[in-house]
């Protein structure tokens, strides 16, 4: 059964504090799928990335970035001078492959990292 | 733009009565979903289509029954609504295809649900 454990529950910081939101998984396919959401105060989940199990590269993208590390099964997420427009929660998630089979599109969820910035 | 709809934003309904939420969606996806959310916990996938293939998970209780009458529109039906059946109920959609695994998902804003 796959698994998604991201072990802070709250993180608080200070605008312009670099944080990092850590996420551990557990699966026992081979090829699957990673992605961090985020989910603001009105409700929405946002999507912010998506990687293949393939794909060990590290990935910028503006103030956030992401460390995939399959040898330890974490796949963290940084975001650089944090701004209080980054305050959420934020969900890692991971779904198998499903090319042919019938589970198709399956998210397993973390509990979830609330982000408090403060200004 | 395209987007994920769901309506209304807030529903409040009482202990017992059938409630309907609604979720359609201008982005021409094949899947949609339907995802139960409690207070501080992970979204819990509840069920899925696949096109018209209705795809239940195995601890969605009977209580759940959802409708797609056509690609851009998917209903969750709440027979009877408990108090624990008070959360916020968010609707996705992605676009697969055979051999393909994409499964980025699109959410809508969430209907909160509020049951007295």
């Known amino acids: 059964a796959q698994k998604v454990t991201q072990a802070q529950t709250e993180i608080s910081v200070v605008e312009k504090e670099d944080v990092t939101l850590d996420c551990v998984y557990e699966t026992r396919d081979t090829t699957y799928y990673l992605f961090w959401y985020k989910q603001p105060p009105s409700g929405e989940l946002v999507f912010l990335i998506r990687r293949n199990s393939f794909d060990e590269q590290n990935e910028i993208s503006g103030r956030y970035s992401w460390n995939f590390q399959k040898s330890t099964s974490s796949f963290n997420f940084t975001i650089t001078a944090s701004q209080v427009v980054d305050s959420a929660v934020y969900f890692c998630a991971l779904s198998e492959d499903f090319s042919g089979g019938t589970s198709y599109g399956k998210l397993t969820f973390g509990q979830g990292t609330i982000l408090t910035v403060h200004p | 733009d395209a987007m994920v709809i769901q309506n209304p934003r807030y529903q409040v309904t009482q202990f017992g009565k059938p409630v309907t939420l609604s979720c359609s969606q201008t982005l021409n996806h094949n899947v949609m979903y339907w995802y139960q959310q409690k207070s501080s916990q992970a979204p819990k996938l509840l069920f899925h289509?696949?096109?018209?293939?209705?795809?239940n998970e195995a601890d969605t209780p009977d209580n759940f029954q959802s409708r797609r009458p056509n690609t851009s529109f998917c209903f969750l039906d709440i027979r009877s609504p408990g108090l624990g059946d008070a959360a916020m109920y968010l609707c996705?959609?992605?676009?697969?295809?055979?051999?393909?695994?994409?499964?980025?998902?699109?959410f809508g804003p969430g209907t909160r649900l509020t049951v007295l």
């Open positions: 289509y696949y096109d018209k293939d209705f795809n």
């Open positions: 996705a959609t992605s676009k697969e295809s055979p051999g393909l695994a994409y499964n980025e998902q699109f």
